[in-house]
């Protein structure tokens, strides 16, 4: 009989952990939480100091049943739940759902799942970190407060189902708003001025780019003035004015948190940021290698620190040193041995819990994904602890009147960390200018001149990956909330997303609207930031918990009720139109749907006749003469068409007007209060006074 139970949370670590421990110990999962607030209620009260009230999450009954029966056999129960505040709660949801109060119990953690790390951690029990307990209740009835007691006006004006969120109607706005800048940006057209110049010896031309004159820089804002310095260089003899060669470097990157790694696999594997996390728990809990039983492949998923531990350090110089030699260890492997000590990080950055185990090796032991995020944590943390890349530089200046042109080139002097790793936005560093054999007696000849028009651009649209980058820069959000954010945006079909990029949804749009105008607080980014912090204070016991929600909750309580009085005033109906339902002869009401706008019989459930609803904007279609209507793509997106598609073909992203362009008769499209010609070619700007702006 086991005398130690030890208690984790996800049934795929229960196999592998037993296998290190040996049949003293029986090792059981608790399948995550085991008590939560109840979901028909807010779950706290706020007339007892806000005082939560747990239940037994509803089919956990049997499991705790099955776990209590072990407590009884067991001398030590070990609480192994994850190592974060989420899993502190976990333990702490245990001790009383099974009355371990009476018991001895331990609370244990682990970074890695090997061998070497249960055991130490066997070693080394403490008490549960209320601190870490409290910060997750904490984050929990807020998220209920703006949850429960928000999403009910949603669904009054809006429709049910909806829901608004702490962290997610922050990241909704700033789609929003990004949306819109996108929307409202005016091209500014600029020109760029390259020569080309001949070098005796180079095979090539050298090129050079136009950098101004003697006073300084200069941006060449128009056609006239291209064509004023091209006018001024007719002629003119070209000579190279100073030289310079140095060397610089270029840093290894540091090891994957949560927020890098998602990023990354999302850039270089086209992994959503739910897939990645998927997957890293995949490697985390434990895989079947061949030659090694079931392993954990990766530490800790779920990290903001970039710390390594001493072993760790000492393990990557091994290999390095032994696969490619002590000139590629990176000269702050010893230094940051010395401060180990001063950090306080809770976690380890994200790396291969054993760096032996190459990935190469054991590819066949594993799935395509997991081959490729486990290749890429490997490679990004061995390349982390290798030297820097050296490169070779030249940069020169080139006279020709009172005009200055600039080249530079760059060639690797030594690859260091790059001989294995790259990330996929490392720009490609191909040689394409001869400079290293210039000297400022080179002799140059003018070759021709390649001069290109440009417009400015708009923001990109939001990635996953840069959404991500964006939430973390702001403080919004911790690495365990990225994935369920967006996750939750895209379920909901606030958001969409085509090939990469995220686009916001007439749904999403409306959502946002009501946030902002009722709610301005909640979807502040820098109040959301702010509490961000005071919830971490908690964490590190600086911060008494229920302050945090004392604080918060009247504000909130007080902007629901003024909503709630608002929302009272209106009376929410559909909208009649004049569109006769075929099949029952009523006419059809406007109704919102998950991806927007429809049109439905009122005769529902009777009659069940629905079809798109194709809004006219008053303007005549460009190509045909008839209605331009809004639509919605497949996935939700907004854009303008004609009503007799698909016969006629006519589409576009921005609102098109019946004014037309002054300078070519194109009809022009409204970008915020401008007006802006829709032909590429033309790009005239015009304010909507009709004022020219140009």
């Given at each position: 009989?086991?005398?130690?139970?030890?208690?984790?949370?996800?049934?795929?670590?229960?196999?592998?952990?037993?296998?290190?421990?040996?049949?003293?110990?029986?090792?059981?999962?608790?399948?995550?939480?085991?008590?939560?607030?109840?979901?028909?209620?807010?779950?706290?009260?706020?007339?007892?100091?806000?005082?939560?009230?747990?239940?037994?999450?509803?089919?956990k009954?049997?499991?705790?049943?099955?776990?209590?029966?072990?407590?009884?056999?067991?001398?030590?129960?070990?609480?192994?739940?994850?190592?974060?505040r989420?899993?502190?709660?976990?333990?702490?949801?245990?001790t009383?759902?099974?009355?371990?109060?009476?018991?001895?119990?331990?609370?244990?953690?682990?970074?890695?799942?090997?061998?070497?790390?249960?055991?130490?951690?066997?070693?080394?029990?403490?008490?549960?970190?209320?601190?870490?307990?409290?910060?997750?209740?904490?984050?929990?009835?807020?998220?209920?407060?703006?949850?429960?007691?928000?999403?009910?006006?949603?669904?009054?004006?809006v429709?049910?189902?909806?829901?608004?969120?702490?962290?997610?109607?922050?990241?909704?706005?700033?789609?929003?708003?990004?949306?819109?800048?996108?929307?409202?940006?005016?091209?500014?057209?600029?020109?760029?001025?390259?020569?080309l110049?001949?070098?005796?010896?180079?095979?090539?031309?050298i090129?050079?780019?136009y950098?101004?004159?003697?006073?300084?820089?200069?941006?060449?804002?128009?056609?006239?003035?291209?064509?004023?310095?091209?006018?001024?260089?007719?002629?003119?003899?070209?000579?190279?004015?100073?030289?310079?060669?140095?060397t610089?470097?270029?840093?290894?990157?540091?090891?994957?948190?949560?927020?890098?790694?998602?990023?990354?696999?999302?850039?270089?594997?086209?992994?959503?940021?739910?897939?990645?996390?998927?997957?890293?728990?995949?490697?985390?809990?434990?895989?079947?290698?061949?030659?090694?039983?079931?392993?954990?492949?990766?530490?800790?998923?779920?990290?903001?620190?970039?710390?390594?531990?001493?072993?760790?350090?000492?393990?990557?110089?091994?290999?390095i040193?032994?696969?490619?030699?002590?000139?590629?260890?990176?000269?702050?492997?010893?230094?940051?041995?010395?401060?180990?000590?001063?950090?306080?990080?809770?976690?380890?950055?994200?790396?291969?819990?054993?760096?032996?185990?190459?990935?190469?090796?054991?590819?066949?032991?594993?799935t395509?994904?997991?081959?490729?995020?486990?290749?890429?944590?490997?490679?990004?943390?061995?390349?982390?602890?290798?030297?820097?890349?050296?490169?070779?530089?030249?940069?020169?200046?080139?006279?020709?009147?009172?005009?200055?042109?600039?080249?530079?080139?760059?060639?690797?002097?030594?690859d260091?960390?790059?001989?294995?790793?790259?990330?996929?936005?490392?720009?490609?560093?191909?040689?394409?200018?001869?400079l290293?054999?210039?000297?400022?007696?080179?002799?140059?000849?003018?070759?021709?001149?390649?001069?290109?028009?440009?417009?400015?651009?708009?923001?990109?649209?939001?990635?996953?990956?840069?959404?991500?980058?964006?939430?973390?820069?702001?403080?919004?959000?911790?690495?365990?909330?990225?994935?369920?954010?967006?996750?939750?945006?895209?379920?909901?079909?606030?958001?969409?997303?085509e090939?990469?990029?995220?686009?916001?949804?007439?749904?999403?749009?409306?959502?946002?609207?009501?946030?902002?105008?009722?709610?301005?607080?909640?979807?502040?980014?820098?109040?959301?930031?702010?509490l961000?912090?005071?919830?971490?204070?908690?964490?590190?016991?600086?911060?008494?918990?229920?302050?945090?929600v004392?604080?918060?909750?009247?504000?909130?309580?007080?902007?629901?009720?003024?909503?709630?009085?608002?929302?009272?005033?209106?009376?929410?109906?559909?909208?009649?139109?004049?569109?006769?339902?075929?099949?029952?002869?009523?006419?059809?009401?406007?109704?919102?749907?998950?991806?927007?706008?429809?049109?439905?019989?009122?005769?529902?459930?009777?009659?069940?006749?629905?079809?798109?609803?194709?809004?006219?904007?008053?303007?005549?279609?460009?190509?045909?003469?008839?209605?331009?209507?809004?639509?919605?793509?497949?996935?939700?997106?907004?854009?303008?068409?004609?009503?007799?598609?698909?016969?006629?073909?006519?589409?576009?992203?921005?609102?098109?007007?019946?004014e037309?362009?002054?300078?070519?008769?194109?009809?022009?499209?409204?970008?915020?209060?401008?007006?802006?010609?829709?032909?590429?070619?033309?790009?005239?700007?015009?304010?909507?006074?009709?004022?020219?702006?140009?």
């Amino acid at each position: 009989m086991a005398k130690n139970l030890v208690i984790v949370e996800s049934p795929a670590k229960v196999h592998t952990i037993k296998k290190f421990l040996g049949s003293n110990y029986e090792v059981m999962a608790s399948q995550g939480h085991v008590r939560d607030m109840p979901k028909s209620q807010l779950g706290f009260d706020p007339e007892n100091d806000f005082e939560p009230k747990y239940i037994t999450i509803r089919g956990k009954g049997e499991l705790l049943a099955a776990l209590r029966k072990e407590v009884k056999k067991a001398d030590k129960i070990f609480l192994a739940t994850d190592p974060d505040r989420e899993g502190e709660a976990i333990s702490w949801h245990l001790t009383h759902a099974l009355n371990l109060q009476d018991k001895k119990v331990y609370r244990i953690t682990f970074n890695e799942i090997t061998k070497t790390a249960v055991k130490n951690s066997l070693k080394n029990p403490r008490e549960i970190d209320m601190d870490l307990v409290d910060a997750q209740q904490a984050r929990r009835m807020l998220d209920r407060m703006v949850g429960y007691k928000i999403s009910p006006l949603l669904w009054a004006k809006v429709k049910r189902g909806l829901s608004a969120g702490r962290v997610q109607s922050v990241a909704l706005r700033i789609i929003c708003d990004r949306e819109k800048e996108i929307e409202q940006f005016i091209p500014q057209e600029y020109y760029t001025l390259d020569v080309l110049l001949d070098a005796a010896g180079a095979k090539k031309p050298i090129v050079a780019k136009y950098y101004g004159d003697k006073t300084g820089k200069k941006d060449i804002s128009d056609k006239a003035s291209l064509d004023k310095i091209m006018a001024e260089l007719k002629g003119a003899d070209f000579s190279i004015a100073s030289i310079k060669k140095g060397t610089r470097e270029k840093k290894a990157p540091l090891p994957f948190t949560t927020s890098t790694m998602q990023q990354e696999a999302s850039k270089a594997l086209n992994f959503s940021i739910q897939k990645t996390m998927s997957v890293a728990q995949q490697l985390y809990e434990g895989v079947s290698v061949k030659g090694h039983g079931t392993i954990g492949l990766i530490t800790y998923l779920r990290t903001d620190s970039t710390r390594v531990s001493d072993e760790a350090r000492a393990n990557a110089e091994a290999f390095i040193s032994s696969n490619y030699g002590e000139n590629y260890l990176s000269a702050q492997v010893a230094s940051s041995k010395k401060n180990s000590g001063k950090v306080q990080d809770a976690h380890e950055a994200i790396r291969p819990a054993n760096i032996e185990l190459i990935p190469s090796e054991i590819k066949d032991s594993l799935t395509r994904d997991q081959f490729r995020l486990y290749q890429l944590v490997w490679k990004r943390f061995v390349a982390s602890q290798m030297a820097n890349a050296i490169y070779d530089t030249v940069s020169l200046n080139v006279q020709a009147k009172d005009h200055v042109f600039t080249a530079s080139d760059s060639s690797i002097n030594f690859d260091g960390f790059m001989m294995i790793y790259t990330s996929a936005d490392d720009e490609t560093e191909a040689k394409t200018h001869p400079l290293a054999k210039l000297t400022e007696d080179t002799k140059l000849q003018f070759n021709s001149f390649d001069e290109k028009q440009h417009f400015t651009q708009p923001a990109p649209h939001f990635t996953e990956a840069s959404l991500v980058k964006t939430l973390e820069e702001l403080g919004i959000g911790r690495p365990s909330t990225y994935s369920p954010t967006i996750t939750t945006l895209l379920k909901r079909h606030y958001i969409t997303k085509e090939a990469k990029n995220l686009f916001v949804t007439e749904l999403g749009e409306v959502v946002n609207s009501i946030m902002v105008e009722s709610f301005p607080i909640i979807v502040d980014d820098k109040f959301t930031a702010n509490l961000e912090l005071l919830l971490d204070g908690v964490e590190e016991g600086s911060v008494e918990w229920k302050s945090v929600v004392r604080n918060f909750y009247p504000d909130l309580e007080k902007a629901v009720k003024v909503a709630e009085e608002e929302l009272a005033k209106v009376e929410i109906q559909d909208e009649v139109t004049d569109v006769i339902c075929e099949e029952c002869g009523r006419n059809m009401v406007i109704k919102f749907g998950p991806h927007g706008k429809f049109l439905a019989c009122p005769g529902f459930p009777e009659c069940r006749n629905t079809k798109p609803f194709l809004e006219k904007i008053g303007v005549p279609c460009p190509k045909c003469g008839g209605d331009v209507v809004i639509r919605k793509s497949q996935k939700g997106r907004k854009f303008f068409g004609c009503s007799n598609h698909p016969e006629c073909d006519f589409i576009s992203w921005s609102k098109p007007t019946t004014e037309k362009c002054p300078k070519c008769g194109t009809y022009m499209v409204e970008k915020g209060n401008k007006l802006v010609c829709a032909n590429d070619d033309c790009r005239f700007v015009q304010s909507v006074n009709k004022d020219s702006d140009k």
